[in-house]
């Protein structure tokens, strides 16, 4: 699977520009691309598999499967 930038800006835009694990916002934030079940355990990147994070919220989820 794959997902398009008009897709990731839907997600954002459904999620309130917000990141759902520390709920800050953007621009104060800025909001990453990470994957719900990681590739390497079987994930694509299809946009379903995808979750709004900032960068830090990102790291700490590093390669778990983790939806908020």
Known sequence: GYHNLD???NLKKQYN???PCCKRQEPEIKLTEAHIM???YGGSDDIKN????CFSCNC???DRNINY
Do not use: D, Y
Not at 50 to 53: S, V, Y
């Open 17 to 19: 520009w917000t990141c």
């Open 38 to 40: 990681p590739i390497k």
């Open 50 to 53: 995808i979750q709004p994070l």
């Open 60 to 62: 700490k989820k590093h």
């Open 7 to 9: 897709e990731w800006e």
